[in-house]
C-alpha cells in the first residue's frame, strides 16, 4: 500500500479507448489510465478487466481481458542490532553483531571510516587488522516493492582503543659474567611490565624465572640467550611480548703467571735485573723473596744487587682471585742466586823492555793465576802481536815503541769484572846491509851498503875467520887490516846496537887497485882480462892509436877480454882508455893487448 501507483504495461498494438473495472470493490482504479491508486485501496486481491466495444470503424469486435492484482500491507524491516562492548581492544576476538530473531536479513554492514575492517554481509569486525578509533557501523535495509518491505537502518558507535606495548626490555649490565661472581640480577626499568617469565636456552644455566636472577656458581660456562615473555592481557588491552638478551657465563681460568730473569744468578757488580714477563703475564701481583736478604721490589720485581745478601733465593709472584677477569688466585715461583764479583788477574810482562827484529818471537810470561780469555792489544799500529796469546812476531813487525794492553770485558755470568794492564816495548831498527868491496886511492877497502839509511849509535866490529878484529870503523882498510894474513881471506862486519847484532860476511881474493899496463886474452885463464872489479867504474871506453873508439861498457867490472864492440878479436896493439869512476873520478892511461 505504500509503494508507488502502478501503470499497466501494454503490448504493441494494444487497442486504446476501452474501459478497466476491477471486482471485488475495494480497489481504485482509473477506468481509462488503469492505475490504481494504492493509498485508497483496500486491501485484498482484485480482477482488473480492460474491455471494449465493437468499432465498425476500425472493424473489430469487442473484447475484454482481465489480469489478477493484489493489494498487500507494507513491512516495516528490524534492522535494530547491537555489539557486546562498546569499546574493543585490537587483540579481542572478532567483535560479531548481536541480533534478534526477528531481524532483518539482506541488508549491508557499513561504517563511516576506512580503518575499520568490516564484513558487509555479517557485520562482522576484524579487530586485529583495524586501526584505533571511534567508528558508526550501520545496518540498512533497501525498500523492496517485491516484497512490500520499506527501507530501514540502524547504527551503533563503538571504539577500537590502540593496544599498548609490554615493557619487556631488560640487561645485567654486561654480558660476560665470570663464575666467581656468584649471582648476576637483571636491570629493569620503573616501567618494566612484571608478571612474566625468564627462561634460558639451556638448562645449563641456571635462572629464576621469575626475578630473572642467575646463578653463575651453579650454572655451566657457555653462551646463553635468556628471553622475558608476558602474554597479551585483554582487559588492559595489552599485547603479549618478549625480550632476548646474549651472555656469556666465563670459566675460571688459571692465571697465567710465568716469568724468568734472564740469568739464574747475578753478580753483586750487575745491573739490576728486571723479571721478563711471558705473553699474557697476569700484572698486578705482589713478588715476594724467601729467605730474607734479597732486596726486591714487589711490584715490579726488579732486584736490588748491591744491598742484597750473597745467596739463593726463592722468587715468588702470586695474585688474588680475580673476578674482573675471571682467574683465580695462583702463584710462580723463580730461583735465582746472588753471588760475588771476582776481579781478574790481568798482570804480565815480557822478558825485555827492548827486541832486535831477527829475534826470537816474545812471549808474555804470566802467573798461574793469571785469567786467560781477554785480548792483546797494541798501540800504535805496527806491532804484529797474536791477540789471544799475546805472542810478538818481530819479523813482521814495525820498530818502535809500544804499548801492550790486556783486557778482560765484564762477564756476568762468571760474576767477573772488566780489567787491563798494560806494559811498553820496543822493537829496534832492522839494520839490514850487504859488504861492497871497492878501490880508493889505490886502496882496497869494504864497507857496508845498508837497505835503509845509514843507522846511528851502532858499533862496527870487523872479524875474520878465526874472529880476530880487524877493525872497528864503518869502512875497513883490507890491506892494513890484513897485517900478514894471507889472501883468499873471509872477512865479517858485526854491527852491534844494544843487545842486537846484525853480521854479513865477504871473500877477499885479491886486494889489487891498479890499472895494468897490460893483458893477455889467450884463454889460459890467468890475466885474461882487464880486470876493474873493485874500481866502481860508471863506464870504461877504448880507443886505438887512431883515436877510434874500439869497445866501451857501462857498469863495468871484468868484461873486456879485447874483443871489440862488435865482438870481434882486436889486434895486439897498445891501447888508449879512459874510465869514470861511479864517485866521478876520471882516469886515462893505455894497456897493452897481448894474445
Given amino acids: 500500500m505504500d509503494g508507488e501507483n502502478p501503470n499497466p504495461q501494454?503490448?504493441?498494438?494494444?487497442?486504446?479507448?476501452?474501459?478497466?473495472?476491477?471486482?471485488?470493490?475495494?480497489?481504485?482504479?482509473?477506468?481509462?489510465?488503469?492505475?490504481?491508486?494504492?493509498?485508497l485501496s483496500e486491501l485484498g486481491?482484485?480482477?482488473?478487466?480492460?474491455?471494449?466495444?465493437?468499432?465498425?470503424?476500425?472493424?473489430?469486435?469487442?473484447?475484454?481481458?482481465?489480469?489478477?492484482?493484489?493489494?498487500?500491507?507494507?513491512?516495516?524491516?528490524?534492522?535494530?542490532?547491537?555489539?557486546?562492548?562498546?569499546?574493543?581492544?585490537?587483540?579481542?576476538?572478532?567483535?560479531?553483531?548481536?541480533?534478534?530473531?526477528?531481524?532483518?536479513?539482506?541488508?549491508?554492514?557499513?561504517?563511516?571510516?576506512?580503518?575499520l575492517v568490516l564484513d558487509s554481509s555479517s557485520g562482522i569486525i576484524d579487530l586485529e587488522n583495524s586501526n584505533p578509533g571511534i567508528y558508526e557501523v550501520t545496518y540498512s535495509i533497501e525498500e523492496s516493492l517485491e516484497e512490500c518491505i520499506t527501507s530501514a537502518e540502524h547504527t551503533v558507535q563503538l571504539e577500537i582503543i590502540e593496544a599498548s606495548s609490554p615493557n619487556v626490555t631488560f640487561d645485567y649490565d654486561g654480558s660476560s659474567f665470570c663464575v666467581l661472581e656468584g649471582e648476576r640480577i637483571p636491570n629493569l626499568q620503573d616501567s618494566f611490565t612484571v608478571g612474566g617469565i625468564f627462561t634460558a636456552s639451556s638448562e645449563d644455566l641456571v635462572i629464576d624465572e621469575t626475578t630473572g636472577i642467575i646463578d653463575l656458581t651453579a650454572s655451566m660456562p657457555g653462551v646463553y640467550d635468556i628471553t622475558y615473555t608476558v602474554e597479551q592481557d585483554l582487559d588492559e588491552c595489552r599485547a603479549a611480548g618478549g625480550f632476548t638478551v646474549e651472555i656469556e657465563v666465563l670459566e675460571v681460568t688459571e692465571p697465567l703467571l710465568d716469568f724468568t730473569y734472564s740469568e739464574e744468578y747475578y753478580c753483586m757488580d750487575a745491573e739490576n735485573p728486571n723479571p721478563q714477563f711471558s705473553d699474557g703475564f697476569i700484572e698486578g701481583g705482589t713478588?715476594?723473596?724467601?729467605?730474607?736478604?734479597?732486596?726486591?721490589?714487589?711490584?715490579?720485581?726488579?732486584?736490588?744487587?748491591?744491598?742484597?745478601?750473597?745467596?739463593?733465593?726463592?722468587?715468588?709472584?702470586?695474585?688474588?682471585?680475580?673476578?674482573?677477569?675471571?682467574?683465580?688466585?695462583?702463584?710462580?715461583?723463580?730461583?735465582?742466586?746472588?753471588?760475588?764479583?771476582?776481579?781478574?788477574?790481568?798482570?804480565?810482562?815480557?822478558?825485555?823492555?827492548?827486541?832486535?827484529?831477527?829475534?826470537?818471537?816474545?812471549?808474555?810470561?804470566?802467573?798461574?793465576?793469571?785469567?786467560?780469555?781477554?785480548?792483546?792489544?797494541?798501540?800504535?799500529?805496527?806491532?804484529?802481536?797474536?791477540?789471544?796469546?799475546?805472542?810478538?812476531?818481530l819479523s813482521s813487525s814495525d820498530a818502535g815503541e809500544y804499548q801492550v794492553t790486556y783486557s778482560i770485558e765484564e762477564d756476568l755470568e762468571l760474576c767477573l769484572l772488566s780489567d787491563e794492564y798494560t806494559v811498553i816495548m820496543s822493537i829496534t831498527e832492522d839494520i839490514s846491509f850487504q859488504l861492497s868491496a871497492y878501490c880508493e886511492d889505490n886502496r882496497f877497502k869494504i864497507k857496508p851498503e845498508f837497505a835503509n839509511q845509514t843507522p846511528t849509535n851502532v858499533n862496527y866490529i870487523w872479524k875474520d875467520e878465526a874472529g880476530s878484529v880487524l877493525g872497528q870503523e864503518e869502512i875497513l882498510d883490507v890491506k892494513e887490516a890484513m897485517g900478514s894474513r894471507q889472501l883468499p881471506i873471509q872477512i865479517s862486519l858485526f854491527i852491534e846496537t844494544g843487545d842486537c847484532v846484525w853480521s854479513e860476511s865477504i871473500l877477499v881474493e885479491n886486494t889489487f887497485c891498479n890499472i895494468p899496463e897490460g893483458f893477455s886474452p889467450n884463454g889460459d885463464g890467468i890475466n885474461d882480462s882487464l880486470d876493474l872489479t873493485y874500481m866502481n867504474v860508471k863506464e870504461l871506453n877504448v880507443f886505438s892509436r887512431n883515436g877510434n873508439k874500439v869497445y866501451n861498457k857501462s857498469n863495468y867490472t871484468n868484461e873486456w877480454e879485447g874483443q871489440s864492440n862488435n865482438g870481434g878479436s882486436l889486434p895486439n896493439a897498445t891501447y888508449f882508455y879512459t874510465i869514470e869512476t861511479k864517485n866521478g873520478q876520471v882516469l886515462k892511461g893505455w894497456i897493452y893487448v897481448n894474445r
Fill in 10 to 39: 501494454f503490448s504493441d498494438g494494444f487497442i486504446e479507448g476501452g474501459t478497466f473495472t476491477s471486482f471485488p470493490e475495494g480497489l481504485v482504479i482509473d477506468s481509462s489510465s488503469g492505475i490504481i491508486d494504492l493509498s
Fill in 45 to 115: 486481491y482484485y480482477e482488473v478487466t480492460y474491455a471494449v466495444e465493437e468499432n465498425i470503424e476500425n472493424c473489430y469486435q469487442a473484447g475484454e481481458n482481465m489480469v489478477m492484482i493484489g493489494v498487500e500491507e507494507s513491512t516495516t524491516p528490524i534492522v535494530q542490532f547491537e555489539y557486546e562492548d562498546e569499546t574493543y581492544c585490537p587483540a579481542d576476538e572478532n567483535a560479531i553483531p548481536i541480533i534478534g530473531n526477528d531481524f532483518t536479513s539482506g541488508g549491508v554492514f557499513t561504517t563511516t571510516s576506512n580503518g
Fill in 287 to 393: 713478588f715476594t723473596s724467601f729467605p730474607e736478604g734479597l732486596v726486591i721490589n714487589s711490584s715490579s720485581g726488579i732486584i736490588n744487587l748491591s744491598l742484597s745478601e750473597l745467596g739463593y733465593y726463592e722468587v715468588t709472584y702470586a695474585v688474588e682471585e680475580n673476578i674482573e677477569n675471571c682467574y683465580q688466585a695462583g702463584e710462580n715461583t723463580v730461583m735465582i742466586g746472588v753471588e760475588e764479583s771476582t776481579i781478574p788477574i790481568v798482570q804480565f810482562e815480557y822478558e825485555d823492555e827492548t827486541y832486535c827484529p831477527a829475534g826470537e818471537n816474545p812471549i808474555p810470561i804470566i802467573g798461574n793465576d793469571f785469567t786467560s780469555g781477554g785480548v792483546f792489544m797494541a798501540s800504535p799500529a805496527g806491532l804484529s802481536i797474536d791477540d789471544l796469546t799475546g805472542e810478538v812476531d
